[in-house]
Every structure is written in structure tokens, then in C-alpha cells.
């Protein structure tokens, strides 16, 4: 009995554990660490094959052996060593590990491993959102100094212009002096504007009227060689935002898009409604529970790489020629959505585009004025079996807890091989497949085809942070599909997996 407890606890427990003798050989691995890195005793029977699976980058490997067998020899008995690693898995995908060794009276080791990814995720977020408040802190306070520099720059030109007649030869270089202190004064009012010190005068607007009264000077604004595409949604709630503001943040959006196509594309823009829940907030720092009005800007250009990604919304950061630009377009965008308690999500693939979504809170007036709507119900599962994959860990663990709470059975893959190993062994029946569409091995299109050859009843519904609209004429799906945009909520899920469960007509792919 007390063995059976022992192992029920051992293999019950939330992280990994191995046990490895003095030799190096791994003598056992519970679930749980099958489950973090994919492996099995077969896969991984001794500490050299280990590192050269857990550690494929010969430099790094080098450290890690440095730093684990050098210090682990030298540990008494019962004293505890803890590390931290970047570990490949057998799937390939890279995971953050908290290792802890633990030596035994009998020379040999009891490891411990916990997957803190996520946790550190979280931490670089929350990082980040710091960085960017420390910087429109010092932005805030470089522009009001050198505001004050440019007053009297400015005001002493405008004094010279008055006592100057204007064929003295002193009179247009005074002009000069006065243009280049009006575009100074505007490179402020962008770094005052990330700062989140500008002040604003808000009114209620209609977005897509706000859009549609540009159009045309966007058109010529990109050229012939890039088509815009308007979508707007009909039904559109209404923000609460300053005028100038919201033509600012469609005007460097746009600027920003047309930079990113190199000769002919689309820039697709976009608006529509969303009420984001708590499930959606925790796992994004800075969000919050609420209804908003998404402002949606999409191009097929030149994407951006993760370490880009990071700096998009720093001032001065520029990616593009020198001379060419300030790098203070998609700084101000931050400033003015944070300054309007708004949020910015940015999806980009390399050589495949970028997203931009704006979500400004809807307007209270708009709220009062509204007709009191009944409360949604959500469409709960009927236990139907559904495959899900995703390669983006976050967001695979998410949905599997959204789609249980639905009431699905849910067999998760982190890749699109994983899924189709599954879907050829699974012994049910599988009645959806619910993927991503943009994946390394293959995109969600692809995926679907194969899965369909194996399960020609299954239904398919697509899910991606690029709108449908970007997705479609980037020829990466069909127009008609299912199709589900992130970030969505657990009501937005639930009607879309019933919609797809239950459509008759045959073109879920």
C-alpha cells in the first residue's frame, strides 16, 4: 500500500522527476516529465544523449555540461542544486526549465523539473510594458525641456522677421531658422504624445465615418501599385477619442504599411466590435475586461522578425534608411492608444506581413444610448471531440482550457506531424479540427487537407491574429472558410465551433 501511494504520488505530481545513477544512466521518468519534454527512456538513457538532445547548439551545450557536471560532482547528500536551461524537445519547440538536483546517500540523483516558461513570458511582458513607461517618462521629460528651447528659438525669429524688411539678406535665413523650429515643435508634440502628455480634446466619433472621410487621401497617400481594402463593420460602437488623434493613428499606420510593401500589395483596414472577458486579460498583461471598438490595419509586406517586434514602439527606433523618417510614427500610435486607455496587438510573419489591432473602449454615451441587450448565453459542447493545434504553447494551453470549459474533449497537438500521428491512432471519432493557419511544417490549409484524407467527416475551423480579410488575399485561404480571428472570447469560440459543427454545405476547406 504504501508503494502504491508512493508512486501515485510520484507520477501525480505538477513537474517532472528523474532518477540517474552515478554513471550518468537514467533509471526512471515520471509522466509528468514525458509529458514537458516529449521523451522516453528509450529516447534518453544516459546523461550524454541527454545534452545532445536537450542542448542541439553545440556552444550552449557546452556551457550547460560546464556548469551541471562541474558543480553537481562536488554537492553532499541531501543539499539541493538549483539551474535554469533553455532545453529543445522532442517536438523541437524550446521550453525554460528549473532544474533541481538532489544527491542521494547511495550516489545517485533525484532531478526535478518545472516548465517556467509561461512564467517568464509573463515576466518579459511585464518587463516590457515597464521599459516602455520608463521611456515615455524620459520622452515626456525631454520634450517639455526642449520645448522650452524651441520658445525662444521661435519667438526670437518671429521678433528678427518683424524688424527685417524682406529683401534683406538676413530675412530668409531668419524663414529657415523659423521652419526648422515649427518641425522640431512637431517632433515634440509625437514624443509628448508617446508620453501620454498631450492634451487632448475628446469627442464621441464613429470610426468607419472617421475612415471613410480619409480614403481618399490615403489612396493617393500609398500610390497605384497598392490596393487599400476598407472593411468596415456596420453596427460599429462608438469611441470616445480626439479627432486629430485617431487620424494620427490611421495616418502612421498606413504610412507604416505602404513602407513595409516593397512594390505592389494590399493595406486592408478594419473595424469591428469586441468585448473582451477575463479569460482573454490574464493571460495578456495590461488588458482589460470590457467592450471595445477595433481599428484593424493589415499589410502583405515585408513582416518583422521577434527581436523587431520589441522595439517597434520605442521612439527613434527605425528599421528603415537613414534620413528616411523619424522613428517616431509607431511611437506616438503607442502613445495615443495608452493615452486613451486603449491596447495594441502586433501579429507579424516574416515575408508574410503585419497586423496592427487598435482597441479603443467603447464610449460611455454609446453605452447609455444602447439598447439594453440580453445577456448572451454561451453554446456549450454536446462532448464532441475536438483537435486542436497550435504551435504557440500559451495559447495551445489556453484554448484546451476554453474548450473544456465548453464542454469538448479536446486532443492537443503542438505541431502539424503531432496532429496527423493522432488523428491516424485516435480510435473515436474526431468531429473538428480547430487550427492555427500560419505554422513551421506546414500552414493550417495544408493540415486540413491531410487530416481530411484521414477523416473525411471532419469539419474544420481556422483560426489566426491575422484578420480573414489579410489571410484570404494573401492567398493563404479561401474565401467561405471557417474562420476565427485572435484574440477572441469564450462566446466568440463557442458560436464559431458551433456554426462550424453544424454548417452542411462542404467548404471547410
Known sequence: KEKEKFSTLVENVPFGIAMIDKKGKYLFFNRKWQEIFGYDLKDIPDGATWFKKAFPDPTYRKGAIKAWVGEIEDITPGEKKPYIFTVTCKDKKEKIISFTAVKLNNDMYVMTYEDITQAKLTEQQLLQ?????????????????????????????????????????????FEEIQKAAKRSSELTKNLLTFARKQPMQPKVLDVNMV?????????????????????????????NLDPSQLNQVILNL????????????????????ITLDETYCLHHIGFTPGDYVILCISDNGAGMDKETLEHIFEPFFTTKPQGVGTGLGLSTVYGIVKQNNGFINVYSELNKGSTFKIYFPRAIEDKETAKTDTKKQILKGREETILLVEDEEDVLELCKTMLGELGYKVISARSPKEAIDKAQTFKGK????????????????????????????????????????????NSILDEGLNYIQKPFTLNDLALKIRQALERRDDVSI
Open 430 to 473: 474526431i468531429h473538428l479540427l480547430l487550427t492555427d493557419v500560419i505554422m513551421p511544417e506546414m500552414d493550417g490549409k495544408e493540415l486540413a487537407n491531410q487530416i481530411k484524407n484521414i477523416i473525411p467527416s471532419i469539419k474544420c475551423l481556422f483560426m489566426s491574429g491575422y484578420t480573414s480579410n489579410a489571410i484570404i488575399h
Open 129 to 173: 510594458a515597464q521599459k516602455m513607461e520608463s521611456i515615455g517618462r524620459l520622452a515626456g521629460g525631454i520634450a517639455h525641456d526642449f520645448n522650452n528651447m524651441l520658445t525662444v528659438i521661435y519667438g526670437h525669429t518671429q521678433l528678427g522677421l518683424l524688424n527685417l524688411e524682406s529683401n534683406n539678406p538676413l530675412y530668409h535665413r
Open 211 to 239: 475612415v471613410e472621410d480619409m480614403l481618399k487621401m490615403l489612396k493617393r497617400l500609398i500610390g497605384e501599385n497598392i490596393e487599400l481594402i476598407w472593411k468596415p463593420r456596420t453596427d460599429l460602437w462608438h469611441v
Open 254 to 273: 498606413v504610412i507604416n504599411a505602404k513602407d513595409a510593401i516593397s512594390y505592389k500589395g494590399t493595406i486592408t483596414i478594419e473595424t469591428d466590435n
